[in-house]
């Protein structure tokens, strides 16, 4: 099967704790439950069509799989040495790190730089995943 890569690179950046995406192989689909209790969304249907025809949906990687912080640390590496390292560097150490870094790569007006580089790690993982699970993609 083949299915459009930015389709599967959208469902990756779309992971979060309250939804679990799958691929329908059948229909090149992506398809998603919802945590019940969190969203108030009934998945009854679906859960039960996966739950009875598990080769026909491949669960795409979860928030946890994706490991944003690697990204942003990967990217504050990736800059030359100097004052923008540094104080990227600072920003993503503790509690509240998601919000500091964004805040600091705006201020720093790396905003640009910084989403190029997330959207090719992100391209990077729907590849890995693609080739991982014999999933042909075209762009």
């Not at 469902?11 to 689909?29: K, S, V």
């Not at 026909?56 to 944003?68: A, G, M, N």
């Not at 790690?121 to 075209?138: H, L, P, S």
Request: a negative charge; aromatic letters at 12%; glycine letters at 6%.
């Amino acid at each position: 099967m083949k299915i459009d890569l930015s389709v599967v690179v959208d469902a990756i950046e779309m992971a979060d704790d309250n939804y679990t995406y799958f691929l329908d192989i059948e229909t090149g689909e992506i398809v998603f439950l919802a945590d019940e209790l969190i969203t108030g969304l009934d998945n009854k249907g679906l859960e039960d069509e996966i739950e009875e025809n598990p080769d026909r949906y491949l669960r795409l990687p979860t928030k946890f799989e994706i490991h944003e912080y690697r990204i942003m640390e990967d990217f504050v590496w990736s800059l030359s040495e100097g004052r923008q390292q540094e104080l990227l560097e600072r920003a993503i150490r503790g509690r509240g790190a998601f919000r500091r870094f964004k805040d600091t790569v705006y201020d720093l007006g790396l905003e640009k730089k910084w989403f190029q580089y997330e959207a090719a790690a992100y391209r990077k993982i729907a590849m890995d995943w693609c080739r991982d699970n014999g999933i042909e993609n075209f762009e």
